[in-house]
């Protein structure tokens, strides 16, 4: 049971080049959710899927567009790198029924040349 | 956007001593308050998630308290040991599914 999976791990990119973060569960959980950590900031929210066919901006969308593809899967694009992008992004998904935990992949580690 | 803040930052305690940090949120529109244990280079993992007023949980040597109308929750871990070391988040919920995260307390363990 994988839990929820990210790739890459790790990515290095040059300012305004395009990247996908794929992230993929396999729970059945229909929430899913992208984040941000930057030191000192905590977990950011970036967008969100409430349900498959549905997204939604949490508090830091800009330079970010995402896709839900199915129900297992909700992948994070940034069209443009900026150095500001630089962080570690982690994937999570939710049961939304009830009140549970979300469950995060192990990240992945971007850098912003 | 609705602060959930996270007291200390960071803190160093003795192995065998114990422990604990507070969360507080705004009390209104509460719907959850979640921990989640994390360690270096790893993924959040959820502790507990805590609805009631009132509400205690453990899991182990680790317990957490709620109180809503107040708008905190305190995490206690008894007789720490060098496993502990983490960053502790916690997160709420305000009326949706969104979660608003703190930014956490390092916990280091002093052998």
Redo the contacts between chains.
């Keep these: 049971n994988a839990g929820?999976t990210q790739t890459p791990k790790f990515q290095v990119l040059k300012t305004g080049q395009s990247m996908t973060l794929q992230c993929a569960q396999d729970m059945n959980h229909n929430?899913m959710?992208w984040?941000r950590q930057d030191p000192?900031?905590?977990?950011?929210?970036i967008y969100?899927s409430?349900s498959e066919g549905t997204t939604d901006k949490?508090?830091v969308p800009n330079g970010y567009n995402v896709s839900r593809l199915n129900k297992r899967e909700f992948s994070l694009r940034l069209e443009s790198a900026a150095p500001s992008q630089t962080s570690v992004y982690?994937c999570a998904s939710?049961e939304?029924r009830g009140?549970?935990?979300?469950?995060?992949?192990?990240?992945t580690r971007l850098s912003i040349l | 956007i609705l602060n959930v803040e996270q007291s200390p930052q960071s803190l160093h305690v003795q192995e065998g001593d114990s422990t604990n940090f507070t969360c507080s949120f705004p009390s209104s529109n509460f719907y959850a308050l979640h921990w989640y244990r994390w360690e270096t280079a790893k993924s959040p993992e959820a502790l507990f998630v805590m609805t009631l007023n009132g509400d205690e949980k453990k899991k182990g040597r680790i317990s957490a308290t709620l109180n809503t109308k107040e708008g905190y929750s305190y995490l206690y871990i008894k007789g720490s040991q060098p496993e502990d070391s983490a960053t502790y988040l916690c997160a709420s919920n305000f009326g949706n599914e969104k979660l608003t995260f703190g930014t956490g307390t390092r916990l280091t363990i002093i052998p």
Aim: charged share 10%; proline share 4%.
């Design positions: 929820v929430s959710y984040y000192g900031m905590g977990l950011r929210l969100y409430a949490g508090e982690f939710h939304a009140y549970q935990p979300q469950h995060f992949g192990d990240g």
